[in-house]
């Protein structure tokens, strides 16, 4: 049986202007024994949901749905009755904060006191149990006597921790409680956390905007958007592989995973107004469709104890690869094997690498998945489409793919806006003055400028970095979901090719299409991928998350790789 | 630290010697002198009316004659000897005519200051948990508009409708003329029962700044993260509000009852001329009229000095009550 149940939680504040949902019909439970986490950003209503379980929510708050504690429905109760349940059953640690603890009181006073008012002991006994409190919690008796602001952040923290253990509580949240800590003293009550748990094997609800923190504490993480829950499920495997693309777009975001990657938020904000009926996430998702904008999905459940909240049924598959093989005839008549039977899937809305050496079968692959050459074996199929009944990359929405050198790639003699509008023009897209609009618009896309002095110039004026951009306009104005850049910076020098690439990832980011990077720069590959796929004489020898691929390479020839970078 | 204290005594020492030049031109700024007091004067005591010859030797038995500045040096090096010179109305010491008259001043204040306190605490208290509600609502109009009257005009409404009408209170004075007390209790009684009046005035006079100053941080204080903290302990809604809110939210309104006990000390001037009530505030008053030159400095400098010394008060108790202000 759950220790605690919550079922279809709705709290929304009143105010005079409106109506805040700040938790939409949220439900979850908690076994005896079990550290759930919460996590989700900011305004995503995890503090408003752990605060309605002690009945802590303003008044103007309206509260339906129902909370249930061991058979006791909580919800419903009086403050008066809540009170027996508050602090010796449920006890909460509050994010640290100057006056979370009264400023005028002794602190060991503030622990002491709801032991006198919950527990049947006298005040000595009180005094010496705070003691030991204060020893759990690695804290010197002697701070007993001093006020709050005499301590320090981590010291208050420990106070708040010892007090919220005072009554020996059946379920303890912890709303926030290291994120005002710096990280040598998050560790320490990270570990006391966990040693209190195995000791005293107390029922947790971890409430955190830090999914690294939650994971290393919790068995099982619920993810909360906008009031809503869009994923559940055990945390390694949350973590590991993320089904909804807010999870992902929250794990991709946190600089513990993802050591080397730069930090990119996810873009947009929460969906708002009231009237808003579809999916929370709608306003940032990589992967919308017109139904996401009408109905809010359920949290339905997919296997392995994880559920999840997605039209879609969580990131969904942009392009599948499989068999694909390709060989090359040599002027001696023998075959040159480029690809290799080569399996490989993009999702939605994320950044594949691929590395290896020249020669490994890299921009074959490539111009394969971008339909530029058809392979000897396999299939390719775009969006559940196989690729010979339809050409993707002539068509709005789907594949497009830059070339590794700008000055091929783009002809001396066309100017610039014919340059970006040719495949407007060959597909016969939209009317002139759309095309040339839209041509425009991509110009500003890639920071150039577009006036007519600029669009009348012709290709060869350019430099190389001012040619690589106009061929990603050219790119762009296709709007692709699929992106794939072919060793797009090679040719061009550090300080250009560092824009470049920021301007491909912060395009990427923003209007979230999948990326498919094609490099040998094993440094750039990490700043933007969030997966690696490592290639050698036309096979996939590895395939990972970029951290774990680059921090851990379990295949010989990653290792080599990874150790030919010359370091400085 | 040392050169805080020393810059502290340093202040206090310029404040005291501005206040003592403003004490001691001051009265000598207004027109007249105290011996050419005239039958017109509306203070109704006795006249008297002294030749010009009479005039000049009072003048210079007062030492009047001699320069504005030898006279401030005089004044100045007679105080240093906590000497406030001789009353030329009472022709007794100063310091003995204030002795006389302080302790009845200094009882209508302090009374009023414990009993406005008090009162306005529980109403403001009262008005914050109710808030919003019409209770609340109702009071605060009411306190607001009630402390639009000022307090010489309560007083006279007071008297006129207790004393005058219903006769239920003296009309004038701190004690019964010529009484003789059978004990103690008696003695007290007749001293609470003609001092009621005066301390009501000042009282409801003071309350509304009492209530609206504990409503407002009552309402603010609850708002904060430890009373939260307070009700998430269930402690019950009576140990949150008052050893949690009303704790922290006394802070100020200890503060300005503090100041307000010092302010007072001078604003009494016209309720004790109301009630003809024989304090400082009177005293104060005739020596005004009687242009008596040493009373009025003394009397100002005990008014500003027990002001200074509240505002000391106020600062030793309230980092007494938060900690954080503690050295």
Known sequence: MSLLKINDLKCHYQTEINTVKAVDGVSFEIEEGEILGIVGESGSGKTTAALSIMGLLPENTAITGEITYKDNVISSLSEAEMDRFRWKDIAIVFQNGIEVLNPVMRVGVQVIEPMLKHLDISPDEARSKCADLFTTVHLDPKWMDSYPHQLSGGMRQRVILAMALSCDPKLLILDEVTSALDAFTRKEIRDLLVELQEKNGYTMLMISHDITFVSSVASRVVVMYSGKVVETGPVKDVLISPRHPYTRGLIHSTPDIFVYKDLWGIPGDISAGSGFKGCPFFSRCTQKTSKCNETTPALIPVGGGREIACHRGGIAGLLQASDLSYSYRLPDGQYLKAVDDVDLEIMEGEVLAIVGQTGSGKSTLAHILANVIQPATGNVSFMGENTNAENYGSRLNGVQIVFQDPFNSTSNRFTVIDAIKEPLDINKIGSEEERVQMAKDCLELVHLPNNDIFLSKYCGELSGGQRQRVALARAMVMQPKLLIADEVTSALDVSTSANVMRLLKGLQNRRGFAMIYISHDLSMTLKIADRICVMNHGRIVEMGNSHDVMLSPSHEYTKRLVGSKISV | ?327
């Open chain 2, 1 to 327: 630290m040392k050169n805080d204290r020393n810059s502290f005594v340093f202040r206090l020492v310029i404040t005291l010697f501005v206040i003592l030049a403003i004490n001691f031109f001051l009265p000598r700024i207004m027109p007249g002198d105290p011996f050419s007091t005239t039958s017109e004067d509306d203070s109704g005591d006795e006249v008297i009316i002294m030749t010009e010859e009479q005039r000049l030797y009072y003048m210079s038995y007062y030492g009047l004659d001699k320069p504005v500045h030898e006279q401030f040096l005089v004044y100045l090096k007679n105080l240093l000897k906590a000497d406030l010179g001789r009353s030329i109305y009472y022709k007794m010491p100063v310091s003995d005519v204030i002795m006389l008259h302080l302790p009845w001043t200094m009882m209508i204040v302090f009374g009023s200051t414990v009993i406005s306190t008090v009162a306005g605490v529980i109403l403001g208290t009262f008005s914050a948990k109710n808030r919003k509600k019409g209770s609340d609502r109702l009071m605060m109009a009411g306190m607001i508009a009630f402390a639009e009257i000022p307090s010489f005009l309560l007083g006279l409404i007071l008297l006129l409708a207790f004393s005058v009408h219903f006769r239920l209170f003296p009309l004038a004075g701190a004690i019964t003329p010529f009484a003789h007390y059978s004990g103690p209790v008696e003695q007290l009684w007749d001293i609470l029962y003609h001092a009621f009046l005066p301390v009501m005035t000042l009282s409801l006079a003071q309350l509304t700044g009492v209530y609206l100053l504990t409503r407002n941080t009552l309402i603010t204080v609850t708002t904060k993260d430890y009373i939260r903290t307070a009700r998430a302990k269930g402690l019950g809604e009576k140990t949150v509000w008052t050893r949690h809110a009303l704790r922290n939210a006394l802070l100020p309104v200890v503060t300005r009852a503090g100041f307000m006990i010092g302010i007072m000390m001078g604003g009494v001037v016209l309720v004790e001329s109301v009630f003809s009530y024989p304090g400082i505030g009177m005293t104060l008053r005739s020596a005004v009229v009687g242009r008596d030159y040493p009373l009025i400095q003394g009397i100002l400098l005990v008014i500003a000095v027990s002001i200074l010394i509240c505002n000391l008060l106020v600062d030793k108790i309230y980092s007494k009550l938060d900690p954080r202000v503690a050295i």
